[in-house]
């Protein structure tokens, strides 16, 4: 699908379909956007979003047109086929929109599941299985997404933050937002980032004694990292691709970049460096936040 459309809806400054999988946040994602003034349609079948986006069009109440969200998701049945044919008929229209994803771990939504005491509606016989064909199902919308938020490490405060980053009126006066984040590779790869660095090859402030137990915001640790010349030299070549490629991301029409840096734990070198880059990037006047992912998780095992 073309989504380079350029029209918009009248009274309507944005359109966001908010799909993914069920227990990973769509519910509390749907109270925070409408907090940030969104009109939100649950479980709207997906035969109906022209007809609602028209109506919107149509309506003199604009407190409830200037921005919408529809949540679709396995929910539909078997009227879920027709989300394409849906947004297809809104870009023949002229209507622009975007599509934000929800995913979370196996392991984080079968613990969710278990919590909530639901049972999943696809109605098969093991969780695991259902959240399986919930993703297959959902694939070609992921696919499709212009923004895809694991939320598997992510409380509630977290996700507010990522949503208001991206989808205030103010973000999208600002233009690109950019997130950093450090993690261990040992806990897996963020699902949500855009480019991934491996900084393993840097010297370890784990194996120095009296390190071990810091982190990569101690000022020891930092001084331990700046007096390597392959720290030095890494963020200066790193700064230089960040300077050519991030401009050209936003040729491309992104609105937001998530950059994720990992070493073993996420405790110190990537914890360094994700800061680094975020005061790299806020001193060439993009907006960005920086995010460590494991350290709590780091830390506590202490």
């Known amino acids: ?3 380079k459309v350029i029209l918009m809806a009248d009274k309507i400054s944005k359109i966001l379909i908010i ?6 946040g769509k519910t509390t994602a749907v109270r925070i956007l409408e907090d940030m003034g969104f009109f ?5 079948p997906p035969a109906l979003i022209t007809e609602f986006v028209e109506l919107c069009k149509r309506t003199r109440d604009k407190l409830h047109t200037q921005k919408i969200a529809i949540v679709i998701d396995v929910r539909a049945g078997k009227f879920l086929n027709e989300v394409f044919d849906a947004l297809n008929e809104l870009e023949k229209r002229g209507i622009a929109y975007e599509i934000l994803f929800l995913e979370a771990s196996e392991d984080v939504l079968v613990s969710r599941y278990k919590e909530s005491r639901r049972r999943h509606p696809l109605f098969g016989t093991e969780i695991l299985e259902d959240i399986r064909q919930e993703r297959m199902l959902l694939s070609e919308i992921r696919g499709h997404a212009d923004k895809i938020i694991d939320t598997s490490s992510l409380s509630t405060k977290q996700l507010r933050e990522e949503l208001q980053n991206i989808y205030s009126d103010e973000q999208y006066d600002m233009g690109l937002f950019i997130t950093v984040v450090s993690f261990g ?8 980032a855009d480019i991934v660095w491996d900084v393993r090859f840097l010297s370890n402030p784990y194996y120095v004694n009296e390190l071990r137990a810091l982190s990569g915001n101690d000022k020891e640790v930092i001084q331990f990292m700046r007096k390597s010349n392959a720290t030095a030299e890494f963020l200066e070549k790193f700064s230089d691709i960040l300077e050519f490629v991030i401009p050209n991301y936003e040729k491309e029409g992104k609105s937001a970049l998530t950059i994720a840096v990992g070493c073993t734990g996420g405790r110190h070198r990537s914890v360094f460096i994700a800061n680094s880059i975020g005061e790299f990037l806020k001193s060439k006047n993009y907006k960005c936040a920086v995010r460590h992912r494991d350290l709590v998780r780091e830390m506590s095992s202490y």
Do not use: E, H, Q, R
């Open 185 to 192: 590779f040992k806990y897996g790869i963020p699902l949500d």
């Open 19 to 24: 799909s993914g999988l069920l227990g990973a």
């Open 1 to 3: 699908m073309n989504k």
């Open 40 to 44: 939100i349609i649950d479980n709207l």
